[in-house]
Nanobody, 115 residues
Framework: VQLQASGGGLVQAGGSLRLSCSVS????????LAWYRQAPAKQRELVAI???????DYEESVKGRFTISRDDRWRATSLQMNNLQPDDTGLYYC??????????RGQGTLVTVSS
């Protein structure tokens, strides 16, 4: 499985970014797509996830600001991030979870929010 994330960059507080991730090499049914982030000196945390049935869940601090979406074939996911804050700074990874397989992730894309 290969995942390719893009869309990171430097933005001022209050700005927006849209992250995208393409997924290839899928064999089984995709159960979920997700975005995690790793901030400096912090543990990796789940930012947003979309599951079968299009159920979504978000980390508390991003609710109302971030929106996760997917394509019809579950081969791509996007994360729309609005009203970005310095605490949103980090390396963002996309993940895919297939049925019968461990979750896979790609290389991250760096998001830097200046105050």
């Amino acid at each position: 499985v290969q995942l390719q994330a893009s869309g990171g960059g430097l933005v001022q507080a209050g700005g927006s970014l849209r992250l995208s991730c393409s997924v290839s090499g899928i064999t089984f049914s995709v159960q979920s797509l997700a975005w995690y982030r790793q901030a400096p000196a912090k543990q990796r945390e789940l930012v947003a996830i979309i599951k079968k049935g299009d159920r979504t869940d978000y980390e508390e601090s991003v609710k109302g600001r971030f929106t996760i979406s997917r394509d019809d074939r579950w081969r791509a996911t996007s994360l729309q991030m609005n009203n970005l804050q310095p605490d949103d700074t980090g390396l963002y990874y996309c993940y895919v979870k297939e049925y019968l397989r461990e979750a896979a992730r790609g290389q991250g894309t760096l998001v830097t929010v200046s105050s």
